[in-house]
């Protein structure tokens, strides 16, 4: 069964390093995002994306973020300047299109910033 | 963003009794919405969607309800199993992408 991967399944990183989780989508998805979750707290969108471009980013999603997709199948959150409080559960989603409101997530990345 | 909220952050019930999660919106521009479970360091897995067109639907032992005119939607766990412990995310979607989370009612099913 098609899933949705992202690597690495930990990252631990300084504070003020760049870092990049990686995903790949299910392949004929058209739609992905990147949610978060710090721990025991809710699940929050960051952004969205469609057709190589932002659809929309929530007020979490500052300067600080990007997401790329550079070759077609992966699809990255790069974090320029960590802080402690970037520290959570990041998640990777994707959908397959409009009319099919299902998202499939990756099992994340656990990002710990010391 | 508190367009989808659940009040409830726990939930016990016991063994093959009914589980009741609740969820309410504001948003009255969702056009789907869904129900997520998920395990402790995993990602959400779908459980069930239902359209805002529809006020029912059912699978197995998880059935959703829509009530439009109140924005408040339920998933009903008959019976509940001790593996259906988890966090429960109701999420909705609007238009073709927008998706947003509730916070997770933790539901523990006591054998």
């Known amino acids: 069964e098609p899933e949705v991967t992202q690597t690495p399944s930990h990252q631990v990183t300084q504070m003020g390093q760049e870092v990049i989780l990686r995903c790949v989508p299910i392949s004929n998805h058209l739609y992905f995002y990147w949610y978060r979750q710090i721990l025991g707290q809710k699940v929050e969108f960051l952004v969205s994306?469609?057709?190589?471009?932002?659809?929309?980013k929530s007020e979490i999603f500052d300067d600080q973020f990007s997401v790329e997709r550079p070759d077609g199948s992966n699809f990255t959150l790069k974090i320029r300047s960590t802080k402690l409080e970037d520290s959570a559960m990041y998640f990777c989603?994707?959908?397959?299109?409009?009319?099919?409101?299902?998202?499939?997530f990756g099992q994340g990345t656990r990002l710990t910033v010391v | 963003d508190q367009q989808v909220k659940q009040n409830s952050p726990s939930l016990s019930v016991q063994e093959g009794r009914i589980s009741i999660l609740n969820c309410d919106y504001t948003?009255?521009?969702?056009?789907?919405f869904l129900w997520y479970k998920k395990y402790p360091a995993e990602g959400p897995t779908f459980l069930i969607s239902?359209?805002?067109?529809?006020d029912k639907n059912e699978d197995g032992r998880f059935t959703v309800f829509l009530n439009k005119s109140a924005k408040h939607l339920s998933l009903h766990i008959v019976p509940s199993q001790p593996g259906d412990s988890a966090v429960y995310f109701c999420?909705?979607?609007?238009?073709?992408?927008?998706?947003?989370f509730g916070a997770g009612t933790r539901l523990t099913v006591k054998p």
């Open positions: 239902i359209s805002s067109i529809k």
């Open positions: 948003n009255s521009m969702f056009d789907y």
């Open positions: 999420a909705a979607v609007e238009g073709v992408v927008d998706m947003r």
């Open positions: 994306f469609y057709n190589n471009e932002i659809s929309e």
């Open positions: 989603a994707s959908r397959l299109g409009q009319g099919e409101a299902e998202a499939f």
